[in-house]
Structure formats: C-alpha cells, structure tokens
C-alpha cells in the first residue's frame, strides 16, 4: 500500500498534467459556475478565480496558468483592455472569453480574437447557466488543449522542413498571396498585415474559418490593420492590385482565370475538412490558376485544412510559409503542412509579414 507522501506525490503529478484554468469574471454566481463545471469535467484544475484584470495580473506574478477564462464587462479595467497585458502575463496561457458581449456577429468578438484570445464563448444570463452551456464549455476547452501534429523527425529529403531563418527555397517575387487561418489566426493574421506597407500592390487573399455574421466587422477590421481596400468576396468578384478579399462564412473562395487576369468563384459543395469556408478550395484553384507565381501562408488552427491545397501549390512550382508552433494558438493547420516538409520556411506572423513585404513583383 503506497505511503501518504507518495499518495500525495502521485495526486501532484496527477494534477500537473492537467491544463490549470484561472477564472476572470466580476460575478461570484459566474465564477461559482465556472469553477464547478471545470471541476465536474475532471479534465482541468481551477488554479484560481478572482473578480476583475488587476486581481488576474497579480494572481499570474505568483501562478502559472494554462488557460484563462475572461469576461468582457467588468468594473475598472474592462476584459479586452485588459487582454494583452494578461496574455504577456500568462506566458502562453490560452484566453477563452466568456462573456454576453460576443453573441453572434458581434463586434467584441472579432476585437478579442485580433488581440489575441484563443477563442469566444458566449455567456447565458445567470439563470440559464444550466443545460449545454457546461457541455460547451468543456468542448471550447478540450479543442484548446488538444495535442497538435508534430512534425516527424525524419522527412523527404527533397523536402525537408525549413528552419525559422531558412528563406532560400522562396521564390524573388510572386503575383498573389493567399492566406488561410482559423483559431488564432484573426492575431496572427493582424501581426501579419501590420508589417506589409500600403504600397504593397500584390493582391491578399483570406480564408478564415469564421461565422458569416462576423465577415463585415472582419472585413472593416482588416481594411484597417492592412491599410488597403478589403471587401467580403462575392461570385465573379474580379481580384486587383492592392486588395483584400476574405471568403464569406457560407461559401468557399475558389480562383478562377478571366481573360487578361483573374476572378472569384464561390462554391457551396462539402470540403473534406468539414469547413465552412474551407482553405483548401482556394489554395488548389489558386495552384492551378497562378501555379508558380502562388505564395500561400498557413497561420494558426485547429485541423489540416489547408495541408492537401498547399501541396497542390508546392506540386506547381508556387512557394507555402507557415507559422511557428511557439507563436501558434494551436499548431494544427500550420503543422500538419510542416509535416508534408513542404514548408519553405516556418516563422512567427510578424516575420512572414516581413518576408512578403520584401519580395517584389519583376
């Protein structure tokens, strides 16, 4: 029979490999909830819960955390406000906020995605906590937290994996980009765009999996951050120098050729990821259209959309960068395309930014 000491040593190891969750939320009923349905999944520790950012950031100089769930609205220092500063403070730890303020299209949502959340949870009103609410939380969760692919340790030789520095295998100048992200990706992405200059003439095109609501506010926002006209695509949309164009939530993105330049098509049929828009649709139009003059980047996500249409751009003779797993909210989409050991370089989102603004059109 195992002594106490290594009953308790055992429960600690028990304990530490489970993800540590810190509750931010200014209602003791939400963060009574929270804690308990935390709790009854058995998958994650309560490492704490507190009611506002201040008390978050000093509970984070003395504990380590893997996750953070974050309200929006709360007395003082707001969530979003307050969001960067936790997420330097966490070190990595994942934020998943949890509040009324992003239902369905609302503009709060795309905000904390671009400023880092991992993901959004739309909070009940007190009384309506019960039911699936639970069931959702623990799914948000878990998908956080879930192993991503790693790259193997051997790979084609023809093909290996490119180091974070390695830019020789990328071409002098290309004639569109095309980038495809989902959780995490709406961050990566505004580090991305930040370090591209409005001069920049090539068109962007960007798949993000993202609910249809939320396509105008994402559109607005990237405008913003690109310093470019950025419009929601719609069929037959013609794509020009100096554009943004985003996949709507209901349709996938395809390229098509159209006389002396190119257009869009919209298409409605199941992908094989399951997506909505998917990435892959656009990044194989994209192969047969462009073919060596393609760049496609692969920001953070859950999954392998994206990894069969990258391939299809490598086979043409275009160019696929990926983001860096350190940077990655999670490494699925990006790391199942550097498991194919087709990625010409792997990178943080700022760096791929820099990359692109320094290849020019011949």
Partial sequence: MPSRS?????????????????????????????????ALSGKFIVAGAVPHAKAALAFLIDNQVDGILLDILMPGVDGLTALPALIAAGAGAKVLIVSSSVGDGAAATVSALALGAADTLEKPEIGD?????????????????????????????????????????????????????????????????????????????????????????????????????????????????????????TAHMRVVGSGDGAAIRLTTEIAKSGCTPSVDPMFESLAMVYGSRALAIVLSGMGRDGSEG?????????????????????????????????????????EIGRLIARRKRP
């Fill in 129 to 249: 906590f019960a039911g699936r609410f639970a069931s959702v939380l623990e799914e948000k969760l878990t998908r956080l937290f879930e192993s991503a692919p790693v790259a193997p340790a051997v790979l084609p030789i023809s093909r290996p994996i490119a180091s974070q520095a390695s830019t020789e295998r990328l071409p002098g100048s290309f004639d569109i980009v095309a980038i495809g992200a989902s959780t995490g990706g709406i961050h990566a992405l505004s580090l991305l765009l930040r370090e591209i200059p409005e001069s920049f003439e090539q068109p962007i095109l960007i798949t993000q999996h993202l609910p249809d609501s939320f396509m105008p506010y994402f559109a607005a926002q990237v405008a913003v951050l690109a310093g470019r006209p950025c419009e929601v695509a719609t069929d037959h949309m013609r794509i020009r120098p100096g554009r943004v164009i985003i996949a709507p939530g």
């Fill in 6 to 38: 290594t009953h308790k040593t055992t429960r600690f190891a028990e304990n530490r490999a489970r993800p540590r969750i810190l509750i931010v939320d200014d209602s003791v009923v939400a963060r009574a909830v929270l804690s308990r349905a935390i």
């Fill in 310 to 350: 990258a391939q299809r751009i490598v086979d043409r003779g275009g160019s696929v960068v990926v983001q860096d797993q350190m940077s990655s909210v999670v490494w699925g989409m990006p790391g199942a395309v550097a498991a194919n050991g087709i990625a010409c370089a792997i990178m943080p989102p700022a």
